[in-house]
């Protein structure tokens, strides 16, 4: 038996990231670390080492004498994640979909259920559910290095996958994308879910670029 002992620092870490990724917490002014530590029931000493973490993972930023203040998006972050991401996650997913066995292959299809069901509940938490099903199709690949690596894309990436989404319509053509690359990757066709996904990732960048340049 395996134990998993989780600190609190590592809880906050979650806590915190949630909020950041759901837009509870507003980019461009200052993380109110004592009315957030009272409202977690924690000291600020924790907390403080949870937001150094979430800094190290590029959502939050820290300014001398001033604290922590969520990043705000940017077309150039869009850019860089999203290049990244086509460039990794189209073959890790297609390699993934050669080496799934069937749990995988029944969890790839409950995450894209799960994701509908989001939908349907005026959108609450689809940016994670979008990432679980992104994840649900490389995990399988059985490459630590590159999941770890896709893995912090995705949380990156969580924020704007909200932004793109925003437009009415877009959430009807995402589906349907992501119906496609689930259809060829249950099939193991390696070469049409590399196309797929790329294609995927590439029209949300291109998406956000036309969004973000616009505000």
Known sequence: MTIIV???????????????LS???????????DA???????????LREALARLEQEGLVHSLANRGFFV????????????E????????????AAERANEADRVHARAMLDTMYEAQG???????????????????????????????RLQVLSERY???????????ERANQEHRDL?????????????????????KTLDDLRQQLVQR
Not at 23 to 33: E, F, M, T
């Open 182 to 202: 689930i259809a060829a990757w249950l099939l193991r066709d390696g070469p049409t879910v590399t196309a797929l996904a790329r294609a995927h990732n590439q």
């Open 71 to 82: 990043r705000p998006l940017s077309a150039g972050e869009a850019t860089e994640v999203y």
């Open 161 to 171: 996958v909200r932004k793109h989404l925003e437009p009415l319509g877009r959430d």
């Open 36 to 46: 957030l530590a009272g409202e977690l029931g924690v000291s600020k000493i924790p």
């Open 121 to 151: 509940e005026a959108g609450d938490g689809v940016g994670a559910y979008n990432r679980a099903f992104h994840r649900a199709l490389y995990a399988p690949s059985r490459q630590p290095v590159t999941i770890n690596i896709l893995d």
């Open 23 to 33: 837009g509870q917490v507003l980019a461009d002014q200052p993380i109110r670390q």
């Open 6 to 20: 989780r600190t609190l620092s590592d809880q906050l870490v979650d806590l915190v990231r949630d909020r950041i």
């Open 84 to 95: 990244l991401r086509v460039k990794l996650e189209p073959e890790t997913m297609a390699l």
